[in-house]
């Protein structure tokens, strides 16, 4: 079945540097794909998507490449900050019924001062 | 504007109990989803609703959980004999269509913290 696998955590940085989260994922047809994060005691919110291979997905200051010769979609942000502090989740979405979402198990990010 | 809210936030019970789960999605949202997130994993699908109908349940893992929403609005996970490995947090998500290409925003609620002892 389809299934996403990114990077384990926890991934510790000082403020100010460049940033990677790794994903990939196995999928029979042409999915999208998402990165989500998690802030402390908050709930889960989309972070951003790309819908086609090559499109690039980008928000506050993240992105992400949909590589489908390589089966990625890896998160770079060129300067995180403490704020940036959180768990973040690669997901696709799939059709079935209707459109249903896999989810990796989540890479924790602490940005260090 | 409101946005998907699950109560109870936090819920203990004890083994082989009933327990039911609630979600109010985002108003006019047609498509709902149930994901249940173990500690330290991703969230893992259960069931989508579009509208009244469930599009897809496979991800519910056996015959003890069952979920409704009986006029496409105010969705009920309910759980029968609970289990200890039922305990995760349970979290609920709607979007506008569920339909466009898979790329709808999900938007999530805080999620129901699932005890069983």
């Known amino acids: 079945g389809n299934s996403v696998t990114q990077m384990e955590g926890p991934v510790t940085l000082s403020e100010e540097a460049f940033l990677t989260i790794n994903c990939t994922y196995t999928?029979?047809?042409?999915?999208?794909l998402f990165w989500y994060v998690q802030y402390p005691g908050e709930g889960l919110q989309l972070l951003l998507k790309a819908t086609k291979a090559d499109d690039k997905g980008s928000n506050k200051g993240f992105e992400a490449t949909y590589r489908k010769e390589t089966t990625s979609f890896h998160l770079e942000k060129g300067s995180v900050q403490v704020s940036d502090s959180a768990v973040y989740f690669c997901a696709l979405s799939e059709r079935t019924g209707g459109f249903k979402t896999i989810f990796g198990a989540g890479t924790r990010l602490f940005v260090k001062a | 504007g409101a946005g998907v809210s699950q109560t109870p936030s936090n819920k203990v019970t004890e083994k082989g109990k009933y327990v039911e789960l609630r979600c109010d999605p985002i108003?006019?949202?047609?498509?709902l989803y149930w994901y249940r997130q173990s500690l330290g994993q991703g969230p893992e699908f259960l069931i989508y609703f579009q509208g009244t109908g469930a599009a897809d349940d496979s991800g519910l893992p056996n015959d003890r959980f069952f979920a409704v929403r009986p006029e496409g609005s105010v969705s009920t996970l309910k759980i029968q004999r609970t289990e200890r490995g039922d305990s995760a947090v349970y979290l609920c998500?709607?979007?506008?269509?569920?339909?466009?290409?898979?790329?709808?925003?999900?938007?999530f609620g805080p999620g129901t913290r699932l005890t069983v002892l």
């Open positions: 998500a709607s979007s506008l269509t569920g339909l466009a290409g898979g790329t709808d925003t999900q938007y």
């Open positions: 108003s006019g949202h047609t498509a």
């Open positions: 999928a029979t047809g042409y999915p999208s």
